[in-house]
Structures are given as C-alpha cells and as structure tokens.
C-alpha cells in the first residue's frame, strides 16, 4: 500500500525542510530535561545530581531500543525509496511489537535492579534515595519511550518529520505544568519532590505515544497487527537485528565509555557533578542543531540509496557538513562566552562556575569532533555500511577517549576537565577517519534492499 505523503524525499529536498522541524523537536526535548534540571536546581542540588545519574543510565537503555528504531528508519526509507510498498506494514508490526516487548523487558529490570546499578556507578550516598525513587517511576515507564522512538522514525521516514515538534510542544507543557504542581504549586503538600518530577515525565510519555499512534492512522501511513505477525517474519527481523545491532551498540559503547567517564567524575566530588550535569544541559543545545541536520541526511540518504542514487548520496553529506559545521561552532563560541552567565541559572556555586567555564572552553571541540561523526556515521548506517562505525568506536573510544581522560583528568589531577578533554580527543580523531571512509565510497553496494530483483528478471528474460 502507498502511503499519503506530505513530503517527497530525493536529492532536490532541501535540508533544513527535514532538519528545521526535527531541530525543533529536539530542542524541545532537550527543553524539557533542562527544565527538569533548573527546577530541581532550587528544590535539591542532591536531587540534581541523582536525576542526572538516571537519565544517563536510562539514555543508555534508549540505545538498546534504538536497535530496532535505527533499523526501522534505515529499512523504510529505502523501501520507500525503491518504491517497494507492499511490506511497509510487517515492517511497521514488527518494529513496534519487538520495541514493546523489550521495553517491557528493560523497564521490569530498571526497576528491580535499580540500588545495585547505582552502587555500580559510585553514585554519591546522598544522592541515591532521590535516584531510587527516579528510576523506579521513570525507569518503570520506560517502554513507552521504547515504542514512541519506532513510531517517531516511521513518521520521519514518511515525510511528516513535524510531527515530532508537535509532540515534543504537548509533552513540554505537560511535564512543566507538572513540575510546578509537585514542586512548588497545590501538590507540593504531598512532598513527592523526585517523584513528583517522574510522575510528569511518565506523564508526558503516555501522551506523546498516543499522538503519535493516532497521527499514524489518521494520515493512513499504514497499520499495524498482530495478525501480520503470522506467518513470523522471522527473515525481516534478522535483517533488521543485523542493521540495528551494530547501529546501536556504537551507539551503547559510546553511553557505556561515557558512564565509565562519570564514574571517575563521581569520585572528583559533588561540585564535579553538579559541574557536569549542568554543563552537559548547556551542551545539549549546542549539538541540537548538528544532531537535527545528521539525522535529516539519514532520511535522505536512505531514500537516495533505496532509489539507486548513490552518487547524490555522496554529495549530499558533504552538503550537509558545510551548512552544520560552522553553525555548531559559532554556538559553541557563544556558549563558553556566556557560561559565566547561563551557568548562574542553575547555580551560585562559583567553584562549579569555574569549572563549568572550562569545560565549555573544551567543549568547542567536542562539537567539532561530534558534529563530524553525527553526519558521517548517521550516513554511513542510512547506506547499510554499520560495522564499520561499531568497529572504530569501539578502538578509539577505549584506546583514545578513556585512557586519554583517565591519564589527564585522574593521573594527572586535572580533574572533570581533564575527563572532557579525552571526549575532545576522541571525538576528532573518529571524525576525521568516518570522513576518510565517506570518501572512499567503500559503502557502495551495501543497501539493505534488493532492488535490483525485476532488472535482473529483465535481463535474464532478455537472455
């Protein structure tokens, strides 16, 4: 079956008509755990660290379902892209069935093992009641965030990428409405605090998941049921795991080495967290933009591979670098300027200033590095090229990443700067080798589709 689309996605599609919404979308959501983090800040700084804490964690558990996400948005937009229809609504079942069944799987876990993983990370005793209690409710909810994530690709990948943006406004109101009820309005008699800040944030995610399901079926995308489900596709998910796979653990490696790194913060003290968390909410803006243009060149990569356009796939990615670099730097020069500033939101804690001023100074290059990396490593994944991403961030990473943080930050006393100073490092040095694999155009030939079935029926009919 056709879906109805609002967008055609092929090499004429401007850039920022995909990204433009998906920016939006994103800085909402960085907006909402922003909020989070300020109004937390002037209920607990415990409660900041301990939510910052969880939200690492469950942002690594995001990855694991992004297994299938990635899958999905690499896998229909090049059958879209090939004009190949008839298996969109399998392909839609199952990444649904298979995201929910593993959130629920994932979220039982958060929840029962939730006091030993924070032991794990060394998280300060006076932060791990609120951390408990965060990761029991939010943790709980967690597959929901499982099946809005499939959802939000297929929409994507269909040409609604404003969809999301909608979202991410409801889920914004929602979630701030609720902070101030349990933190400081009517509700706060409950003196829920941490849990007050979950219970808004499970909130919002029951809502996005039903916009987007009703969006879905209201523009006739397509369907889904369990009665697709059998015969089980048992080919279609073995494809899909081998996209997703290696997608997604370059993907968890990355959140693995980075909980590596916050252990050894957790043990610079109170004012290093604090230090990170708040900087990392900063950051977050100023990857939003890279992040958004990476994602939009996935789209349309995907849909150019699918057509057999593989030539203006390769343009297009260096298109995208020449419009997404020099924005992220100049908002990264912006944002360690105004840090003395921006960083007074959350805190008056001058030590935690201090620190913040430099690792802002570093992060510059952090967003060089991982600008590169978005773009190229999101491109070579749409063109079905995804071990080779696993396979060096893995190497760098470890080899790079964490012993040069370790060896500056901790064996030399530097401290939390010193540990963003090895994410700098190794955010480069992977960059520039996906732009050398980019340019050799070994991802040819490596599309997850079989386009070329009818011409080979036609030629061998010729024959």
């Known amino acids: 079956m056709k879906t109805k689309k609002t967008l055609i996605i092929d090499e004429r599609t401007p850039l920022l008509l995909i990204a433009g919404p998906m920016f939006a979308e994103m800085f909402l959501n960085i907006l909402l755990n922003n909020i989070d983090t300020f109004m937390l800040s002037h209920y607990s700084e415990q409660a900041v660290g301990a939510v910052g804490n969880c939200n690492t964690i469950m942002f690594m558990v995001i990855l694991l379902f992004n297994i299938i996400a990635t899958a999905t948005s690499v896998v229909v937009a090049q059958y879209l892209g090939a004009k190949q229809y008839e298996k969109m609504n399998t392909i839609y079942t199952l990444a649904f069935s298979v995201n929910l069944f593993s959130g629920v799987v994932l979220s039982t876990a958060l929840v029962l093992l939730r006091n030993p993983i924070l032991a794990l990370l060394s998280v300060p005793e006076n932060m791990r009641p609120h951390a408990s209690t965060y990761l029991a409710i939010v943790g709980g909810g967690m597959f929901l965030q499982a099946c809005y994530n499939v959802m939000l690709q297929i929409l994507r990948c269909n040409g609604f990428p404003k969809v999301g943006m909608y979202v991410s ?3 914004n109101l929602i979630n701030i409405a609720g902070n101030y009820l349990f933190l400081y309005g009517p509700l706060k008699k409950l003196n829920l605090g941490v849990a007050g800040v979950a219970i808004s944030t499970v909130t ?47 993907s968890l490696c990355y959140n693995f080495y980075q909980l590596v790194l916050l252990r050894f913060v957790n043990g610079m003290g109170e004012d290093s967290v604090n230090a990170r968390v708040y900087c990392n909410s900063i950051i977050s803006f100023t990857m939003c933009f890279s992040n958004a243009c990476a994602q939009a060149t996935q789209i349309i990569v995907g849909h150019l591979v699918g057509a057999g356009k593989e030539e203006a796939a390769y343009k297009r990615v260096f298109y995208t670098l020449r419009v997404s670099l020099p924005i992220t730097i100049a908002i990264g020069l912006a944002n360690w300027q105004l840090s003395g500033y921006t960083l007074r939101i959350f805190t008056a804690n001058e030590t935690v200033i201090r620190f913040g001023f430099y690792i802002m100074l570093v992060d510059i290059f952090i967003e060089i590095g991982r600008c590169l990396n978005m773009t190229m490593v999101t491109s070579l994944k749409a063109s079905g090229d995804y071990f080779y991403p696993l396979i060096i961030g893995i190497c760098i990473m ?27 490092t190794d955010e480069l040095v992977r960059g520039f080798i996906f732009i050398r694999r980019w340019r050799s155009k070994k991802w040819l030939g490596k599309a997850v589709i079989e386009r070329n079935e009818e011409r080979s029926e036609e030629r061998a009919a010729e024959a």
């Open 204 to 250: 919002a995610r029951v809502v996005a998941l039903t916009i987007a399901l009703i969006f879905f079926y209201k523009m006739q995308i397509g369907k889904i049921s369990p009665k697709l489900l059998f015969p089980f596709p048992v080919s279609l998910l073995v494809k899909m795991v081998k996209i997703g796979l290696p997608s997604a653990g370059e």
């Open 169 to 171: 406004i409801a889920i």
């Open 398 to 424: 470890w080899g790079v990443g964490a012993t040069v943080g370790f060896t500056i930050g901790v064996a030399l006393g530097v401290g939390v700067v010193g540990i963003f100073m090895g994410t700098a």
